[in-house]
């Protein structure tokens, strides 16, 4: 029902009508006058609300009738629709729907703008801005620590210059490691694994580079994997290996989701970018992913299994009973979730058979991972590296494993189906 809404001004002395309330006004004036000069009786009472009588009028879309109820307009106007006023009938329709489409159009702009917005903020938060990358954020946390008072000038330009030495080579510093850790816990491994935690230049970001830069130093003191390189690279060096690993054509997807670009940037890495460079690199591995939680207040204990029997499949054997230590020839395991990612050392049960993993977390210092080599103090630091099932409730996990080593023909042939990169997922 289209109906246009008249406010009428009646005249109390007379059947004047005005849609204007000053008309009206000036009318009545003129009516006063009369009555003072004798021509209208003196009896009528005139107050300003008799003035300002007003009517609501409801005039027909379709010709120029006003009605003066809804009821009386909504009868004449299906009056006019029996009797076939469709083309004035269609000029509104062609009207509303004309607006409904600016509507439209209004609604798909404001939602463009703030997907724009939600994408600049999703850039800035995973490190994708042209803010800069791990050079960049050493500068200002060391420009920041001289303004402060907390580093001398002279300090400042030595760590500096040791920092472009570092990058050049593209070997990491060694700063941020903490070596002999598994031998203090117990030798849960036969091989040695070192601690890598993030520092002034990645602080915030850098936890993906920091767990490969700790499988890494696991694969070099394997004699299985001596082709490796030698050194452990840089948070620089491995953002370039990871390009290089999409310049050979593997994790596509993945690839366009960084624009093809991580040397300079703080950009986050995760689970697929891990596999993706240890492919270049002819290293075998999976993805596996946790997708859901399989255990009571969403826990994961399918995960705490599977990890153990990951590690229990290459444990050395030959005992009749069980060693209260069970050591093993693999390489730690790249535990990932939303936002964070650390590495899995080990796995231990207790007598009652619940199960904690042996986490090294890089947003640990140094100074606390050192705390492991004390007798004094390993056994509160051993406490921190472990984590039950109650400490692991994020919604989805992903864990990559190394397997060995590929083929040429292996490595072409996972390059080739990482353009469609499935994990396996459990349950």
């Given at each position: 029902?289209?109906?246009?809404?008249?406010?009428?001004?009646?005249?109390?002395?007379?059947?004047?009508?005005?849609?204007?309330?000053?008309?009206?006004?000036?009318?009545?004036?003129?009516?006063?006058?009369?009555?003072?000069?004798?021509?209208?009786?003196?009896?009528?009472?005139?107050?300003?609300?008799?003035?300002?009588?007003?009517?609501?009028?409801?005039?027909?879309?379709?010709?120029?009738?006003?009605?003066?109820?809804?009821?009386?307009?909504?009868?004449?106007?299906?009056?006019?629709?029996?009797?076939?006023?469709?083309?004035?009938?269609?000029?509104?329709?062609?009207?509303?729907?004309?607006l409904q489409e600016e509507e439209?159009?209004?609604?798909?702009?404001?939602?463009?703008?703030?997907?724009?917005?939600?994408?600049?903020?999703?850039?800035?938060?995973?490190?994708?801005?042209?803010?800069?990358?791990?050079?960049?954020?050493?500068?200002?946390?060391?420009?920041?620590?001289?303004?402060?008072?907390?580093?001398?000038?002279?300090?400042?330009?030595?760590?500096?210059?040791?920092?472009?030495?570092?990058?050049?080579?593209?070997?990491?510093?060694?700063?941020?490691?903490?070596?002999?850790?598994?031998?203090?816990?117990?030798?849960?491994?036969?091989?040695?694994?070192?601690?890598?935690?993030?520092?002034?230049?990645?602080?915030?970001?850098?936890?993906?580079?920091?767990?490969?830069?700790?499988?890494?130093?696991?694969?070099?003191?394997?004699?299985?994997?001596?082709?490796?390189?030698?050194?452990?690279?840089?948070?620089?060096?491995?953002?370039?290996?990871?390009?290089?690993?999409?310049?050979?054509?593997?994790?596509?997807?993945?690839?366009?989701?960084?624009?093809?670009?991580?040397?300079?940037?703080?950009?986050?890495?995760?689970?697929?970018?891990?596999?993706?460079?240890?492919?270049?690199?002819?290293?075998?591995?999976?993805?596996?992913?946790?997708?859901?939680?399989?255990?009571?207040?969403?826990?994961?204990?399918?995960?705490?299994?599977?990890?153990?029997?990951?590690?229990s499949h290459s444990a050395s054997?030959?005992?009749?009973?069980?060693?209260?230590?069970?050591?093993?020839?693999?390489?730690?395991?790249?535990?990932?979730?939303?936002?964070?990612?650390?590495?899995?050392?080990?796995?231990?049960?207790?007598?009652?058979?619940?199960?904690?993993?042996?986490?090294?977390?890089?947003?640990?210092?140094?100074?606390?991972?050192?705390?492991?080599?004390?007798?004094?103090?390993?056994?509160?630091?051993?406490?921190?590296?472990?984590?039950?099932?109650?400490?692991?409730?994020?919604?989805?996990?992903?864990?990559?494993?190394?397997?060995?080593?590929?083929?040429?023909?292996?490595?072409?042939?996972?390059?080739?189906?990482?353009?469609?990169?499935?994990?396996?997922?459990?349950?």
């Amino acid at each position: 029902l289209y109906c246009i809404l008249l406010w009428c001004f009646a005249c109390p002395m007379c059947s004047l009508v005005c849609k204007d309330c000053f008309i009206l006004q000036e009318h009545v004036e003129l009516h006063l006058q009369d009555q003072a000069e004798g021509i209208l009786p003196q009896n009528i009472n005139i107050t300003l609300a008799s003035i300002f009588v007003s009517v609501m009028r409801y005039e027909c879309p379709m010709c120029s009738l006003s009605c003066s109820s809804s009821s009386s307009l909504q009868e004449h106007v299906e009056l006019h629709l029996e009797y076939g006023s469709a083309s004035v009938t269609g000029v509104y329709l062609t009207l509303a729907r004309k607006l409904q489409e600016e509507e439209q159009q209004k609604w798909r702009e404001a939602a463009t703008r703030r997907e724009a917005e939600d994408f600049k903020k999703l850039q800035k938060q995973f490190g994708l801005d042209n803010s800069g990358g791990y050079r960049k954020q050493m500068e200002r946390n060391m420009e920041r620590a001289v303004s402060r008072g907390q580093m001398v000038p002279a300090e400042f330009h030595r760590k500096k210059a040791e920092m472009l030495e570092s990058l050049a080579s593209g070997v990491d510093d060694g700063r941020s490691k903490t070596s002999g850790l598994m031998g203090a816990l117990y030798r849960y491994y036969q091989r040695d694994t070192d601690h890598y935690s993030s520092s002034e230049g990645d602080k915030g970001w850098g936890c993906g580079y920091r767990n490969f830069q700790m499988l890494l130093s696991s694969l070099h003191r394997m004699e299985q994997y001596k082709l490796l390189p030698v050194s452990v690279p840089s948070i620089p060096r491995v953002q370039a290996l990871i390009e290089e690993a999409w310049g050979q054509g593997a994790d596509p997807q993945g690839a366009s989701h960084f624009n093809h670009r991580l040397q300079g940037t703080r950009a986050w890495i995760g689970a697929t970018e891990i596999y993706a460079v240890l492919t270049s690199l002819s290293v075998k591995a999976q993805i596996m992913d946790f997708h859901k939680p399989t255990g009571p207040g969403d826990t994961h204990p399918r995960l705490f299994e599977w990890v153990k029997q990951c590690f229990s499949h290459s444990a050395s054997r030959g005992a009749r009973l069980p060693p209260k230590i069970v050591q093993t020839t693999l390489p730690p395991i790249h535990l990932q979730h939303q936002g964070h990612s650390r590495s899995i050392v080990g796995v231990e049960q207790k007598v009652n058979g619940n199960l904690c993993l042996l986490l090294f977390d890089p947003g640990c210092v140094p100074r606390e991972m050192r705390k492991v080599l004390s007798q004094d103090t390993a056994a509160t630091m051993v406490r921190r590296v472990r984590k039950f099932p109650g400490s692991l409730k994020h919604r989805q996990y992903q864990v990559v494993a190394v397997e060995g080593l590929l083929t040429p023909e292996e490595k072409q042939s996972r390059i080739l189906n990482s353009r469609t990169l499935c994990a396996e997922k459990i349950p």
